[in-house]
């Protein structure tokens, strides 16, 4: 076999490998994340049993809320680049950096709310058999919704 042939073959494998893994990653049931826990969306809808009607609602209610947080991203991404900006000033004015600080806090007020505003839908959603386990889904929200990982001496 000549260098061309090999190099032939060895590209063409390596373009079947990607294309497999990205086609397992694609048409795989998406219910776990890449660390191997269950993505929130499938442990709320598992914790509270949701029937197919509010399974449906519920996937209208995360995208309503995950359009909210982008949003809210967006203007925080927006913020501190005006923020660093001032870096680059001779003087830094300190009313406008108080200003963006205080941006910055009614951001995350908004995004607590929004997060409240989305559970008490949740709530509004499940059936009277269902709020016992709603009751305790909300003694675990800040475990389930931690997107942090745990550090590698652990």
């Known amino acids: 076999m000549n260098k061309t042939k090999l190099l032939s073959f060895a590209v063409l494998a390596l373009l079947l490998l990607n294309f497999g893994i990205l086609g397992f990653l694609f048409f795989s049931k998406d219910k776990e994340g890449f660390n191997g826990r269950k993505m929130p969306r499938e442990i709320v809808i598992d914790k509270l049993h949701f029937d197919k009607n509010q399974t449906v609602t519920y996937g209208k209610?995360?995208?309503?809320?995950?359009?909210?947080?982008?949003?809210?991203?967006?203007?925080?991404r927006t913020t501190r680049n005006q923020l660093y900006k001032l870096l680059n000033a001779e003087t830094i004015d300190s009313s406008k950096r108080d200003s963006l600080y205080e941006k910055f806090a009614g951001f995350q007020k908004q995004i607590e709310t929004t997060h409240f505003n989305h559970f008490l839908e949740i709530k509004s959603i499940c059936k009277e058999a269902q709020l016992d386990?709603?009751?305790d889904l909300t003694q675990e929200l800040s475990t389930i919704f931690n997107n942090r990982r745990k550090p590698r001496n652990e």
């Open 133 to 135: 386990e709603y009751k």
């Open 61 to 76: 209610m995360i995208s309503k809320h995950q359009e909210t947080i982008r949003n809210i991203d967006d203007s925080i």
